[in-house]
């Protein structure tokens, strides 16, 4: 199976940060990578698929990047509503394996 | 406006059977492939079980190959999990997710609330 591994598991940041978290997968994935929010009590939303594609409805803010093994999403400016977990998944086999998420916490 | 809603979770005994489903409405359901992704508590997503839009092809995730079974009947608009030989490390809410329409299932662009399994003596 892809095992995904997302960096860092834990990001403390303040409103109008920048942030970028990683996800790498352990073979080649192509591009067929997408970012899920999850907020405490939710169910996951899409944010980017295809490693850039941004879902619709997602604010500009957030962009998606990468091909092959290494990814990464990016928050331009860090508002309110963006504190919660992200998970990267890929989808290039049918066994769809997900990071283990990265939890954005206010600084 | 679509939705899926999942139901069918609860208390069972370590080895004990449970059967999920998941109600969509508002999109044309036969037409997408489906998915279960469950997550134990405070921990993170796991993909579980994928099943193709015909439900004619499943797949399934390591830990519960063997002990769980994706149905569909399109009919009724219904996704199934049947789970059996359920372990503590099965507990977890346990979501349905839609596969955009794409060759080979896309990303998962729409889920339900999800239903909670808990696995106790």
């Known amino acids: 199976d892809i095992q995904m591994t997302q960096s860092p598991s834990t990001l403390s940041a303040s409103v109008g940060d920048r942030v970028t978290i990683t996800c790498r997968a352990s073979?080649?994935?192509?591009?067929?990578l997408a970012w899920y929010q999850q907020k405490p009590g939710k169910a996951p939303k899409l944010l980017i698929y295809e490693a850039s594609t941004l879902e619709s409805g997602v604010p500009s803010r957030f962009s998606g990047s990468g091909f092959g093994t290494t990814f990464s999403l990016t928050i331009s400016s860090l508002q309110p509503d963006d504190f919660a977990t992200y998970y990267c998944?890929?989808?290039?086999?049918?066994?769809?394996?997900f990071g283990q998420g990265t939890k954005v916490e206010i600084k | 406006e679509k939705q899926l809603v999942e139901s069918g979770g609860g208390l069972v005994r370590p080895g004990g059977s449970l059967r999920l489903s998941c109600t969509a409405s508002g999109f044309t359901f036969r037409g997408y492939a489906m998915t279960w992704v469950r997550q134990a508590p405070g921990k993170g997503l796991e993909w579980v079980s994928g099943i193709s839009a015909d439900g004619t092809d499943t797949y399934y995730a390591d830990s519960v190959e063997g002990r769980v079974i994706s149905s569909r009947d399109n009919s009724k608009y219904t996704l199934y999990l049947q789970m059996s030989d359920l372990r503590g490390e099965d507990s977890a809410v346990y979501y349905c997710?839609?596969?955009?329409?794409?060759?080979?299932?896309?990303?998962?662009?729409?889920w339900g609330h999800g239903t909670l399994v808990t696995v106790t003596s």
């Open positions: 073979q080649s994935i192509s591009g067929w």
């Open positions: 997710a839609r596969l955009q329409p794409v060759t080979g299932g896309g990303a998962l662009d729409f």
């Open positions: 998944q890929q989808y290039n086999s049918f066994s769809r394996t």
